[in-house]
């Protein structure tokens, strides 16, 4: 296959055309071409990466989803932490939001996934992941009032929610800034279970705004003088907030 295509790439090249025309061109089929990818910054085949992750919402449109350009190898780096994060947030999310209620049917789907568990009477292991995972914790509304303690779902262990939260909000940078955050930079992701005030004041003052579908929402903005250190509020199914900072490193201030 890497041969043909050498060949076609060096035929196209015989016919005048330089070698990212002919990768462009063999290519378009697949929507692949040649560019700079958002997550990694380097120059090669990209594909079209969906921002947010599709599995959140599968049966959306698809026009809704930002298309960004991405090397497969970068884009597929965190898709089974994106399907445990869909598990995570389809569960710690409330009822009656249309695209949590597919998720979740994937979801379900997958937990029925043959395997030597089932066939020993057992769910399979992104049950347990969730089952192990409940916990009572206080519980507060999005407006920051304490309503006591309730049962939640904590993260699992095992899933890397701070860097699917990371790819997300990379993703709105570039789209709506059109900066990709260098490797170096200092990143914080994390949920928020809690202090919803304070960063309901902080969130007020951020212009850039969206909502696809129900299933997500954002907030966000970049500095004012630094276009690649930003803020980014992400809203899942209606239920569940995500936040993550960039910063550029202090000793390059
Ligand atoms: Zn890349």
Not at 34 to 56: A, F, M, N, R, S
Request: charged share 25%; aromatic share 12%; with cysteine.
């Amino acid at each position: 296959m890497i041969v043909k295509r050498k060949c076609w790439v060096s035929n196209l090249q015989f016919l005048g055309f330089s070698c990212k025309e002919g990768v462009n061109l063999i290519a378009r089929g697949k929507n692949k071409r040649w560019g700079i990818c958002y997550l990694c910054g380097k120059e090669g085949i990209v594909t079209d990466d969906h921002v947010p992750p599709q599995c959140l919402a599968p049966l959306a449109d698809d026009a809704i989803f930002y298309k960004l350009p991405a090397h497969e190898s970068c884009n597929n780096a965190l898709s089974v932490h994106e399907s445990r994060f869909r598990d995570f947030v389809v569960s710690a999310s409330k009822d009656g939001v249309r695209e949590a209620e597919n998720a979740f049917e994937n979801m379900q789907r997958n937990f029925r996934r043959r395997g030597n568990e089932e066939q020993s009477g057992f769910l399979n292991r992104d049950f347990f992941r969730l089952y192990e995972n409940i916990e009572q914790r206080e519980g507060y509304t999005p407006g920051g009032i304490y309503v006591g303690p309730v049962v939640g779902i904590k993260p699992a262990q095992d899933l890397d929610y701070k860097s699917v939260l990371t790819k997300i909000a990379r993703g709105l940078h570039y789209h709506h800034n059109g900066a990709i955050i260098p490797d170096n930079y200092d990143v914080y992701a994390d949920f928020l279970f809690s202090d919803f005030e304070r960063h309901a004041t902080h969130m007020q003052h951020l212009n850039i705004t969206g909502q696809m579908g129900d299933f997500f929402a954002f907030r966000g903005t970049s500095a004012k003088d630094e276009p690649k250190s930003g803020i980014w509020y992400m809203c899942f199914y209606r239920s569940v907030i995500g936040m993550v900072g960039f910063r550029q490193p202090k000793e390059l201030e």
